[in-house]
Each structure stands twice: as structure tokens, then as C-alpha cells.
């Protein structure tokens, strides 16, 4: 015989997948992955609990009188005024949602379904400008209304974005144009 047909004469088998090895591989990464998704949610549970002192939002008053602008969108969260990473996740305000915006002369209403609604009163609104980011959402130059207000003795930038970008503009002019300064303040007297 030659070596070519003692070859073929010989019985060899498929290699047999080890079905228990496999399924164990799969189970321990699914345990990883649940155990991650676990420590990450504690750890935004934590940060919530370490902003604690933060104090109750302010609600809106029964009269909100004429609205100068009205604005639906998305609103992105909140983070500690100029650190555009240290998002507030304590009273909701980390909480994404959609958003309706009223502008008037007692402040800035922020309605959001199935979130935590909130207002801004007037004399706590410090700046209004167009940024790009804020706490994990980046979007182009000027597409994101980002409110600088006073909240206790902390000052927390929030961010919105209107289903409209153009809009923005207004927005940033309105609520500038409503601040008070020291210089203005003396002005009025």
C-alpha cells in the first residue's frame, strides 16, 4: 500500500467543541459585564449621595406671567459652573429628558416629562451663552444654550438644546438682557 491510501484508510475524527467550557466562558462574562454595569451605577448612586446638600429646585409660581420665549427641545444635565465634566447628579439634575423652556420676567421654567421639573428665578440667572459641550454630550460650536444660575451658594451650568439651533441666539440675548449686575442694579435707582 501505498502511504496515500494508508492515510485515507485512517479514521480520524472531527475535534469535538467542548460545550461546558464554552458555556462557562459565556456565563463568567455575562457576571463580568452585570458586576460593571452594577459598579458603575453605585458609583453614579454615590455621587448623587456626596451632592446631597445640594437644596430642594425651586417650582414655579402659580403666576408666571407673559412668556418672551418659549423653547422645546432636549435638556442635557447640569454640572458645576466652568467644569463642564462635574455633572449634578443630585434633585434629578442629572437625569437627561426632553424639555419645554418658558422665558419670562419671574425666570426661566423648565418643564420636563417624566423628570424632575424645575425653575430658574430670575435674580438667581447669572450668564446665558452658546457652548459646544457639557457632562458627555458634545455637539458642534454654538449648539447647546448653556444657562449659568445660582442655586444656594453653588452656581451650576445647565445645558439645553432646541429642536431649533437657531433659536439659540435669542435665547442667549433674552436672558443676558434680563441679568442684573452691580452696575446695572445702580443704574435703576
Do not use: C
Amino acid at each position: 500500500m501505498t502511504p496515500l491510501i494508508l492515510l485515507a484508510d485512517e479514521k480520524k475524527s472531527a475535534a469535538v467543541t467542548d460545550w461546558s467550557a464554552r458555556i462557562g466562558w459565556l456565563v463568567g462574562l455575562a457576571l463580568f459585564v452585570a458586576l460593571v454595569y452594577w459598579l458603575m451605577r453605585e458609583g453614579w448612586k454615590w455621587r448623587g449621595t456626596l451632592q446631597g446638600d445640594l437644596p430642594e429646585l425651586p417650582t414655579a409660581p402659580d403666576d408666571l406671567g407673559e412668556a418672551r420665549l418659549t423653547m422645546s427641545g432636549r435638556y442635557h444635565g447640569s454640572t458645576t459652573a466652568g467644569q463642564w465634566l462635574d455633572r449634578i447628579m443630585a434633585r434629578g439634575l442629572g437625569s437627561r429628558s426632553r424639555a419645554e423652556l418658558t422665558l419670562t420676567d419671574a425666570g426661566l421654567d423648565v418643564v420636563r416629562p417624566g423628570a424632575t421639573d424645575f425653575f430658574i428665578p430670575a435674580d438667581a440667572l447669572r450668564e446665558a451663552l452658546l457652548g459646544k459641550g457639557i457632562a458627555g454630550k458634545v455637539l458642534t460650536e454654538g449648539g447647546l444654550l448653556v444657562v449659568t444660575w445660582a442655586h444656594g451658594d453653588k452656581l451650576i451650568d445647565s445645558g439645553f438644546r432646541s429642536d431649533h439651533a437657531a433659536e439659540h441666539t435669542e435665547w442667549v440675548d433674552a436672558i443676558n438682557s434680563m441679568i442684573k449686575t452691580p452696575s446695572t442694579e445702580g443704574a435703576e435707582r
